[in-house]
Each structure stands twice: as C-alpha cells, then as structure tokens.
C-alpha cells in the first residue's frame, strides 16, 4: 500500500491559498485540476483542498488538534490509483483508492459536487500525454458552483441558460395562427388595398402641377373640370384608404387578440403539466410575468407593430416601384441612404436582442420579489422587516434602471442616426432632380411627385428601423415563452396508458432509488404495503420520508426500481387516473381564494352541497363553519386568511373526504397546531383512514400509535419495520427516536413547573 507524508504547512491559518499550494509545486510542475473540500474528517466544517498536477496528488488538510497546523499530503500518479465520487443526504465524498484499499478521504457538501466531477475527470484523464491545463475555475458567488465557460449565468441558480433569442422565433407563432388563416389573408389583401389607395394623391400631384398650376402660372385659363375630377381624385382615394385601413385594422387586431390569448392558455396548460422539479427551479414572479407581459407584449407586436412592418414593407415596395417607372435615375438617387441605414440596423440588432432579454429577467426579478413580499406580508410584518423588503424591492428596480439605461444609450443613438441619414438622401433627391430640370430631363411635376413620394418613403423607412426595437422586445418575449412550452415533464404521459377503474389499494416499492439532481436522497428501497393497512413513516429530517410519499403520488419518478399499484407499475397509469384515487392532507394545507364550499369541492366540483356537508361533519368542521357569517358561502382570505391552522386543516381534511380516496398520504397533518386541535383533528383522520390505504408520516410519534406497522428511515434507506411495540422491544433505531422524544417532553414539561423558593408564600408569588 502507498504511504503518504504529511507535512505541517506554517503559517497557512488554515485556509487553502493558491500561494500555499504554490510553494509545494517543483520546477516544470504543472496544475491540471483543483478542488476546494469545506468538511474534515468529524463532517465539522473546515477549510482544505486539492491540486492534481502532471506528477502527484497533493492534498491541504487540516490537523486533527484544534491548535495544530494545517498539514500537506501528496500521492504519485501511479496506474493503480483511483478516484471514486459518491454523495449522500446532501454530503459528497471523494475517495482516493489502490488496489489494497481506500488511501483517503475527503468529505464536502454540495455546493462543491460540480468541482468535485470536474476534479475527478480530470484525474481519470490523467494519462492522456497532451493534457490541457485547466484553469481555476469562475465560481457562482451565490451558491459557489462552477460557472459555465464565457458565462455569467449559473445554471444551478438559475437552473437555465440564456441564449440570445433570435427574431426567427416569431415565426414559431405561425402555428397559433394556424386557425385564422383566412381572416389573416382576408386582412392581407385589405391592407393591401389601402396601401396602394394612400399611394394614388403623390401620383395625381404630377398633372395637377404639370397641367393646371404651371400653366395657369403662364397665363393660361385654369380648367374647372379637370381639377374637379383630380380633387375627387383625391378624395376618392383617401376615402378608399380610411374604409380598407379601418377594415384591415379591426380584423388583424382580433385575430392577434386571440393568437395572444391561445398562446396563453397553451403555455399555461402545458406549465400545469409539468413536474414539481420544474417549479422548484424557477420563481414565481418570473413565470407569471412570462405568461402576463410577455404574451401582452406579443399581442401588441402582432396587433400593431407588426402590422405596420408589413404595411411599411408594401409601402416602400410599391414607391419604389412607381419611383423607377417615373423616372430611373432620380429613383437611384433616392436610395442612396439604405446600405447605411441597413448597416446601422444589423449593428444595432444584436446588441437590442441581447439587451431586451436581459430586462426581461431583471423585470422577472422585480416581479419575484412582489410575488415573495405580498402573500408573506404577514411574516414581513411579523419581523418587522418592512425596511428590508422594501431596500429588496429597490434594488431589483435599480438593476431593472441600469439595465434598461444601458440600452437606451444604444437606442438614442440609433433613431437620430437614420433620421440624420434620411435627411441626407433627401438633400440629394432635391439637388439631383434641380439638375435634372435645368436639363429639361424631368419637369416640376415630376420633382414634386417624387418629393412626395420620397416623403412617404423615408418617413417609413424611419418606422421600419424604430421597429427594430419592437421586434427584438417581441422576439425576447416569446422566446422566454417558448422556453417553457420546449420543457418536457419529467413525469411523462404513458403512450398506451392502463385503464384505471377500481383498485384495491397495495403498493409494492421495489429496489426505489431516486436523485435530486447529483444528490442521492433514496437507495435501493423496498416495502410491500397492503390494501387498507396504515404505514407510519418515522425518521430524522432529510431521511427521505416526504420524497417517498412524493415518489407514490409521482410527483417525481423513481430513479430506479419501480412503484407498482395493485402490481402495475405507476408510469403505465395517466397521472390524472391515478391521482384521483389518491388524497393528500399536507402540514401547511393550500386554500383557495372563494368559498369554504368550493374549497371543500375543489377535487370534485361536481358535488352536491349535501355531499359539502356530510365530509365537513366527518373532518368536525361543520360546527365552525356555520359559525361563520356566510357558513359555507363565507369567503376565504388568500392562502386561507381569516381561518386558524386548525380550522384550515379541517377543511383540508373535508376536501381529502370529499373524494373518497383509496389511498390517503397524511404529511405532518396535525404537527402545527394545539393540543386541543390536534385532538379534533385526529378525530376527523380517524374517520379518514377508516377502511383506506394510509401513509402518516409524523415527528410526534405518539400520533402513529395506531399505524398497523411502523416504517423508519434513515439516510434514504428503511432501517426497520415493525408495530411500536415490537420496534421498542428491539430497542433500535425507533426506540432511540422514541426515547430522545420522551426525554424532551420531560424537559419541557420540568420547565414548565413554578420553582418556589424557601420562605416565599406561595399565594403572594403566584401573584407575582
């Protein structure tokens, strides 16, 4: 077996620095890899750390003496040694191995886990003979996870990459407008109409110039009846134009009213879909703001702006096709400012694109912490935290400022710049078409048909590069959209689901293993429950107890193994199907805004009101429902304002009721209220469990008493099965929980009694 030596490192204060590791390193030596490890030996936490290098493994760790210094150890690279990366219950460990065994150990948690398969990569790969020499890595300054190359994002933050949205993501909204292809198309040749009436007065500007105001100029007698019908002319087609305009307006604007709400509805029913694990990687604040502004926004684009892009794009297509059929040149002479301008357009689009997706996250941020502060507002008064929550509201709106200045300064410049080239192309049209006159190559007529023409052209120029703007806000919109409708759930839709009638109620865990993320929280698992028997879950926190029940309701899927009800696995179930037979009492229960009647029918709308009432009187809530000024119309507050724990509970308990379900999980139910209330809750689980499959889990273990068996878990694994009487006898693993929980019931019972001093009346001090 190989031998490391260690070596007392002076001066280092126990702190891993690059500079220590740096005094360690030989000539020529080269760093590949680096890990920093936060956890000794005893799991206390302490600084230490890692160098792989081209020769040897060195390790800073600290001494076992709390006054002792730091000590090195190092370990040629020899064939046989190896790296194994594991984690458990939030805690990772590496392990250097030989072929006679484990050399060493390192513990962390993790924050780390990223560094750590880094580390371990790069030292599987250590024989490779061009090895790149890896850098530090840029760490998250959050969370301490390695940020991705040219990144500034941390996915384990943000759990998302941002890429740049690209304006080709527009087109992704064809398929909402899929069903009103022929109000679209109705809308187009409406538009198109319009356009080509606003383009009929430049035109009958040439012979009224050219045939009645030059010649009248030259003594000539003005005809009454040509200028009549120019001026009805005239007229005519702005009537045309107003009717078609209005017409094309009111359709287009109704049709992208229900593209945008069809987009709404589609990302909302597929963000319903989803698995938790989606949910608990994004904030609140920023998916509603996804489905609110951002489809308001799309709407507005479709409705507007996008509709005046392509009025533009007809516009400037149809001038410049009567500009060169009047008059080629003078036509050339107009178009001298686009390459600029289209040169401007593409410099300026990718810094918008870029730029609007940002403020679209930072307006995320600034939702989030309105969404956190307002349904808290309680705790936030509680604590009296109201200065703090408002300094957190202000400094999201102050990056929300910085963000959107430094857009705007790229913005300023780009408007007045094809403004500046507009009017530069049309000092050129005035200077060639002088010339061309003086030539006789053109008349006035034609100068001022062009003139006005060329007005019209610029002037939608000018919009269609301030729609620029526009389109990237809308681009970064409905890419933020489409990130959520690319998002599979985890828990998919079997392909050709088992029919689900009846079931009996038996769950069957088989070899269960499940990751939360790099995190192992369940391994290798089995129990067998049977139809109408009560498990009691029991453990410390984070042995997996609420992951288990999580994995039975699928909320996520197993890793490994399988869940089978009934002996069919769950995944060939509809998620649907299965869960209707499932009720669920949770320790903070969930209560919408509306009725205790509708709150009670949420998982069965349908029901009578006798129906209400019966699983209200079974959940011993009827009496204090009545008592309400409505009963059971009385409004309930958001999240259940207005009603005790107790009393949320209870209702809970009615809805769970009111489904009559096969299976029934109960989390922590009666953990957060009085002794008193407890006992009226438990009254209405004993009615509740009565002839169903139940799964308690429960930190006061004498509410589990009557559990047929109890299951007890501990670092993701079942230690023990067995009634309480039985797991006492054995005096394990629940007879250590048993016995730490009676002991702090003693405790807290022994504080509780009046200490009487000698010489006191005890009348006078407890009237003190």
């Known amino acids: 077996m190989q031998h490391s030596h260690p070596v007392a490192l002076a001066g280092a204060g126990g702190v891993p620095a690059v500079e220590a590791f740096e005094t360690r390193l030989r000539r020529g030596e080269n760093v590949r890899a680096s890990l920093e490890v936060d956890l000794d030996g005893r799991l206390r936490f302490s600084a230490g750390g890692l160098r792989l290098t081209d020769q040897r493994l060195l390790s800073l760790e600290a001494s076992g003496d709390p006054d002792g210094a730091p000590v090195f150890r190092e370990w040629p690279l020899t064939p046989d040694l190896t790296l194994v990366l594991s984690d458990h219950a939030g805690l990772g460990a590496l392990e250097l191995m030989d072929a006679d065994g484990r050399l060493a150990q390192w513990r962390f948690t993790m924050k780390a886990n990223l560094q750590a398969q880094r580390f371990q990569d790069a030292f599987n790969r250590r024989d490779e003979v061009e090895a790149r020499l890896e850098e530090e890595p840029e760490l998250c300054p959050s969370c301490q996870a390695v940020l991705p190359e040219d990144s500034e994002e ?14 080709w993501v527009l087109l992704r909204l064809w398929r909402f407008a899929g069903p009103y292809r022929g109000q679209l198309l109705l809308g187009f040749l409406l538009m198109l109409g319009a356009t080509g009436a606003t383009l009929v007065a430049p035109y009958l500007a040439m012979p009224l110039m050219d045939d009645v105001l030059i010649p009248f100029q030259q003594g000539k007698q003005i005809d009454t009846g040509l200028v009549l019908m120019y001026l009805g002319g005239l007229f005519g087609a702005a009537i045309v134009s107003w009717i078609l305009g209005w017409a094309k307006t009111y359709i287009l604007a109704l049709v992208s009213e229900r593209i945008a709400a069809d987009l709404r509805t589609a990302t909302f029913d597929h963000l319903l879909g989803l698995s938790l694990e989606y949910f608990g990687s994004k904030r609140t604040g920023d998916l509603m703001s996804r489905i609110g502004s951002e489809t308001d926004r799309i709407s507005v684009f479709l409705s507007l702006h996008a509709l005046d892009f392509i009025t533009d794009c007809l516009m400037l297509a149809m001038i410049t096709a009567i500009l060169f059929h009047t008059n080629p040149w003078l036509a050339l002479a107009t178009l001298v400012p686009l390459p600029f301008i289209a040169w401007l357009i593409h410099l300026v689009r990718d810094r918008l694109r870029t730029g609007f997706e940002k403020i679209d996250r930072v307006w995320g941020e600034v939702t989030s912490v309105l969404a956190d502060t307002i349904p808290g507002i309680r705790v936030v008064k509680a604590f009296a935290q109201e200065r703090r929550e408002a300094e957190r509201f202000r400094t999201a709106n102050k990056h929300n400022l910085v963000v959107n200045d430094r857009l705007n300064k790229t913005w300023s410049l780009f408007t007045p710049s094809v403004s500046l080239l507009t009017e530069i192309g049309l000092l050129v049209v005035w200077a060639f078409g002088i010339w061309l006159i003086a030539h006789s190559q053109i008349t006035v007529g034609t100068l001022t048909a062009f003139l006005a023409y060329i007005g019209r052209f610029y002037s939608r120029l000018d919009s269609m590069s301030r729609i620029v703007s526009v ?298």
């Open 154 to 167: 941390c996915p384990s933050c943000a759990r998302e990459l941002h890429t740049p949205p690209s304006t």
């Open 471 to 768: 389109t990237q806000k809308a681009a970064s919109g409905a890419k933020r959209i489409f990130d959520i409708l690319d998002h599979h759930s985890n828990v998919p839709e079997p392909a050709q689901p088992v029919v689900l009638d009846k079931i009996e109620g038996g769950l069957s865990l088989q070899n269960l293993g499940f990751r939360y993320g790099n995190r192992t929280v369940i391994r290798d698992l089995n129990l067998e429950i049977k139809p109408g028997e009560m498990i009691g879950l029991v453990g410390h926190s984070g042995s997996g107890k609420s992951t288990m029940v999580n994995l039975i309701c699928r909320f996520y899927d197993v890793t490994e193994g399988a869940i089978k009800l009934d002996g069919v696995d769950l995944r060939r179930f509809r998620l649907a199907d299965f869960r209707r037979h499932i009720g669920l009492v949770l320790q903070e229960p969930f209560l919408f805004f509306g009725t205790i009647a509708e709150n009670i029918a949420y998982g069965k709308p349908e029901a009578t009101r006798e129906e209400i009432v019966a699983a209200a009187r079974a959940a011993h809530a009827h009496e204090f429902i009545l008592r309400l000024p409505q009963g059971y119309d009385s409004l309930v507050g958001e999240r259940g304002q207005g009603l005790s724990g107790g009393e949320r509970q209870r209702i809970s308990i009615a809805r769970a009721l009111l489904i009559d379900p096969r299976i029934l999980i109960m989390d922590e139910a009666t953990s957060a209220v009085d002794t008193e209330t407890e006992k009226e809750i438990q009254n209405a689980l004993d009615n509740l469990i009565r002839g169903r499959t139940t799964i308690a889990i429960a930190h006061r273990l004498s509410t589990l008493r009557k559990a047929d068996r109890l299951v007890v878990m501990d670092r993701g694994e079942i230690v023990e099965v067995g009634p309480h009487d039985e797991l006492i006898a054995k005096q394990g693993a629940y007879w250590r929980l048993w016995e730490a929980q009676a002991r702090r019931v003693d405790a807290e019972e022994q504080d509780n009694v009046v200490v009487v001093a000698p010489n006191v009346n005890v009348h006078t001090a407890t009237q003190a």
